[in-house]
């Protein structure tokens, strides 16, 4: 398979070496990424690429301002953050194409440069250059954003959250920052969550309109932050230690600077009155479902209700889409074993907070519980394997009695174990899987009560496909 695949790539390369002036002009570009994208949908098993990523690559090959030539809708809207960006994104196109817009968007949450060249072009009309769209609408990695929208700006961009996320590629959240600030102008509108202090500190710099969103106090709230991983303790302006009159997790709050008064200030749109368990939360009094019992899903609800009344929708018309015409969770997805209930819980790897909203999530269920942990992969993009960011997980909190079993999987299973123990997990609660195979017997046979699985999207996939197995014997 993999001869063929080198085989056709060789081919591919030929033809655009022959066909280079040609595919220099726009109109070629576009044709020649429409035509190999169908090509890599028809050949998957040996490109592995569903023509998601890999004609854009061949495309700026040849043509690197393609992306400035083309005729853009009049809402250019990215979505971008640490965390929470694709179940914004998700949540914004479900809204806005319930109220008759014809949405192009990144719905495979490929959000890195080659797969957003790959998804405009195919959208794009060749003769007239123009995207065929009302709203272009992108889950954006933070470090592509500049790259992707080089000419043509942002009309709107949503920010989520910016925390320690990735190191390995990404830094500390002040390099996360200033790769977000230098790739937006005062022409792009910034929908911001001003509970975070380092995505406040846009207020401070951004020539542009801006419109913030954050969340009241909730029971769950505390004084002190409950993580050993805060990563704004400081006022980004005068440097003088924050004071908070309540942490939600990590370093999202309710803030001030004792100095320089630099905090989130009156929001613009404010959630109160959240009920997880009923699903519902109010924004500016008005009442909103929310698509799960959980509550960073309170946050990407906000932030698309903020958004979409900046572009203009009436609040009827989101509450509709949101309330009643209710999108599933593109999150957490639950299952079956036996009578046992199964939460997919798709916690990201390298990023402490995503992983301590999914353990307080946990912990928030009633019953005794099993969880099964483990990743085959650190990352998707790169191969450094640096786990020192489990040490970053507050994984003492997993120190709970209606915790029966972890059961510990995948090719750093070994690891994950260590730092459980490390956390000061009991041995007799840790259980080493060797054989992936065999997870479902063994969680059977070895524990009680319901079942979380916190996994990256690979070992989520594996598991989930051995959960339909399972229920087809």
């Not at 190999?36 to 592995?48: A, D, E, N, S, Y």
């Amino acid at each position: 398979m993999k001869t063929l695949y080198n085989i056709i790539i060789k081919i591919v390369k030929l033809f655009c070496l022959l066909f280079k002036p040609i595919l220099k002009t726009n109109t070629a570009t576009i044709i020649a990424n429409k035509i190999f994208t169908f090509g890599c949908k028809m050949l998957k098993p040996i490109f592995k690429d569903d023509g998601t990523v890999t004609p854009g690559y061949y495309a700026t090959m040849y043509n690197k301002s393609i992306l400035d030539e083309l005729i853009y809708p009049r809402y250019i809207i990215g979505v971008t953050g640490s965390s929470g960006k694709g179940s914004t994104t998700s949540l914004i196109a479900h809204v806005l194409e319930g109220n008759g817009y014809k949405v192009v968007w990144n719905k495979n949450g490929s959000n890195l440069f080659n797969a957003a060249t790959t998804l405009i072009l195919n959208h794009t009309n060749p003769f007239t250059k123009r995207i065929k769209a009302d709203v272009l609408l992108l889950e954006l990695d933070e470090s592509f954003i500049k790259t992707i929208f080089n000419k043509v700006k942002l009309t709107h961009l949503v920010i989520t959250n910016i925390t320690r996320d990735q190191p390995a590629r990404n830094g500390n959240p002040d390099i996360i920052f200033n790769k977000i600030a230098s790739s937006i102008d005062a022409n792009t509108h910034l929908v911001i969550n001003a509970d975070d202090p380092i995505v406040t500190r846009f207020k401070v710099i951004h020539k542009g309109l801006i419109t913030t969103y954050g969340i009241g106090k909730y029971k769950t709230d505390t004084k002190e932050p409950i993580s050993n991983t805060v990563d704004a303790a400081y006022c980004p302006v005068c440097e003088t230690k924050l004071k908070y009159n309540f942490y939600h997790y990590g370093h999202l709050g309710d803030y001030t600077c004792p100095k320089c008064k630099f905090s989130r200030n009156k929001l613009d749109f404010q959630a109160k009155d959240i009920d997880l368990d009923k699903q519902f939360m109010t924004i500016n009094r008005n009442i909103v479902h929310l698509n799960k019992n959980v509550f960073f899903c309170c946050y990407y609800t906000l932030a698309t209700f903020a958004l979409l009344k900046t572009i203009g929708l009436e609040t009827k018309d989101i509450q509709e889409y949101l309330n009643n015409q209710v999108l599933e969770a593109k999150r957490m997805k639950e299952y079956r074993l036996g009578k046992r209930k199964v939460e997919m819980i798709e916690s990201k790897n390298e990023n402490a907070l995503s992983y301590l909203q999914s353990i307080n999530f946990i912990k928030s269920e009633h019953g005794k519980k099993t969880i099964i942990i483990g990743f085959d992969n650190v990352s998707r993009r790169y191969s450094y394997n640096d786990i020192s960011w489990l040490y970053d997980v507050d994984f003492e909190l997993l120190n709970d009695n209606s915790i029966d079993k972890i059961f510990c999987i995948g090719r750093f299973k070994y690891d994950v174990y260590t730092r459980l123990k490390y956390a000061g997990i009991r041995e007799e609660k840790l259980i080493i899987v060797d054989d992936l195979n065999n997870i479902l017997e063994l969680v059977k046979k070895k524990s009680k009560g319901s079942i979380y699985t916190m996994a990256c999207f690979d070992m989520t996939a594996i598991l989930k496909k051995l959960l339909n197995e399972g229920m087809k014997k």
